[in-house]
């Protein structure tokens, strides 16, 4: 068992360039995340997804894009790579929508450098 | 959204409890208060979570205070390995299990 896998788990971009990140989950959860940490601080959502097809944004949203077309699969896209997203990036997933087994699980990270 | 505050960072001594203070005045009735730690270069992994009543699991013990506006993570015997950072999160009932994550407690454990 898995649980949440991220694919690369490095990255260097150059400003301009696009790429896809990956997150893949085992657990048939609902509900799954993205998160970035830049240093010092704590985590911050990007975009969520409460189901198959569905998404919607969290707090900082602006120069990501994200897909669900599968439920094991989360992508988090960057159109167009800016120092600013320089940062690791955390998926995480949850059973949703029972309270009692919302456990957040997290992939153990992807750290994307833009030069 | 409910916001939480937490001290930056804690020392311990190994083999020592540990208790790590975190405050959430506005709470709301509905809010879960969730404690997730952060191993160095890892994902975020869960430790505890509770509503009203303390709790107790095998990792470690949630103290929540009667009008809920407080809560401490109980670490009973520090290890080595339980440095890392120290969110306390408070979960709205809004459904969607959106989570905000403050700075944390940087927690160091001294041999």
Same mark, same amino acid.
């Given at each position: 068992?898995?649980?949440?896998? +991220?694919?690369?788990?490095?990255?260097?971009?150059? #400003?301009?360039?696009?790429?896809? *990140? *990956?997150?893949? +989950?085992?657990?048939?959860?609902?509900?799954?995340?993205?998160?970035? +940490?830049? /240093?010092?601080?704590?985590?911050? *959502?990007?975009?969520?997804?409460?189901? $198959?097809?569905? #998404?919607?944004?969290? $707090?900082? /949203?602006?120069?990501?894009?994200?897909?669900?077309?599968?439920? +094991?699969?989360?992508?988090?896209?960057? $159109?167009?790579?800016? /120092?600013?997203?320089?940062?690791?990036?955390?998926?995480?997933? #949850?059973?949703?929508?029972?309270?009692?087994?919302?456990?957040?699980?997290?992939?153990?990270? #992807?750290?994307?450098?833009?030069? | 959204? =409910?916001? @939480?505050?937490?001290?930056?960072?804690?020392?311990?001594?190994?083999?020592?409890?540990?208790?790590?203070?975190?405050?959430?005045? @506005?709470?709301?009735?509905?809010?879960?208060?969730?404690?997730?730690?952060?191993?160095?270069?890892?994902?975020?992994?869960?430790?505890?979570?509770?509503?009203?009543?303390?709790?107790?699991?095998?990792? =470690?013990?949630?103290?929540?205070?009667?009008?809920?506006?407080?809560?401490?993570?109980?670490?009973?015997? =520090?290890?080595?390995?339980?440095?890392?950072?120290?969110?306390?999160?408070?979960?709205?009932?809004?459904?969607?299990?959106?989570?905000?994550?403050?700075?944390?407690?940087?927690?160091?454990?001294? =041999?």
């Amino acid at each position: 068992n898995a649980g949440v896998t +991220q694919t690369p788990k490095f990255r260097v971009l150059k #400003t301009g360039q696009s790429m896809t *990140l *990956l997150c893949a +989950q085992d657990m048939n959860h609902e509900y799954m995340y993205w998160y970035r +940490q830049d /240093p010092g601080m704590g985590l911050r *959502l990007i975009h969520y997804s409460v189901g $198959e097809g569905t #998404t919607a944004k969290g $707090e900082v /949203p602006d120069g990501y894009n994200v897909s669900r077309l599968k439920k +094991q699969n989360f992508l988090l896209g960057l $159109e167009s790579a800016a /120092p600013s997203q320089t940062s690791v990036y955390f998926c995480a997933s #949850t059973f949703g929508p029972f309270i009692a087994k919302n456990i957040q699980y997290f992939g153990a990270g #992807t750290r994307l450098s833009v030069l | 959204d =409910a916001k @939480t505050t937490q001290p930056n960072s804690m020392e311990s001594n190994e083999e020592e409890p540990v208790h790590l203070p975190c405050n959430h005045s @506005t709470i709301s009735g509905t809010d879960y208060i969730h404690w997730y730690r952060q191993l160095p270069s890892q994902g975020p992994e869960y430790v505890i979570h509770g509503l009203t009543s303390n709790v107790n699991n095998r990792m =470690a013990s949630l103290a929540i205070a009667e009008d809920r506006k407080s809560s401490t993570l109980i670490l009973h015997r =520090a290890t080595l390995r339980d440095a890392a950072v120290y969110y306390c999160i408070l979960e709205p009932s809004s459904g969607t299990y959106k989570y905000i994550f403050g700075t944390g407690t940087r927690l160091k454990v001294l =041999a």
